[in-house]
């Protein structure tokens, strides 16, 4: 198995989230390749808190883009986060809870496992 293909705690990655569709390579999976620079490693269940410290720091996730066929997101939903915005979410006290099976092991260059396992939320709680 290569490292694309592994998930943070040594499985195959799973997927994140079909509906909203996400990912850098918009498969469903948090899956870093060479060419996401950004490393949209980590899956998380969004929270408003979320949203909303992101939106401060100028990347609004919650309003639709129809032009880019970006929905918006809400809380609750699933979506691939740049490992960097996550643990600067994590300093800040709002990091939004991490499903650890779609989290990529490439996220490990950023994040802490402690950190992500920390914030792991139940695999069930959501379906893809």
Known sequence: MNDIAKNVIGGVLQT???????????????????EDLGNHG??????IEFLLFSRRRGNDL????PEFD???????????L???RWQEALEAGC??????AATSAAALEIVRLDDLKRHAVDLDQENP
């Open 16 to 34: 994140c989230s079909l509906k909203p569709m996400t990912g850098f390579l918009r498969n469903g999976c948090c899956q870093v390749t060479e």
């Open 42 to 47: 980590v899956c998380v269940v969004l929270t």
């Open 62 to 65: 919650s309003t639709p883009r």
């Open 70 to 80: 970006f929905p918006g997101l809400q809380p609750g939903n699933r979506w691939c």
């Open 82 to 84: 740049c490992s960097s």
């Open 95 to 100: 990091a939004p809870g991490v499903v650890l």
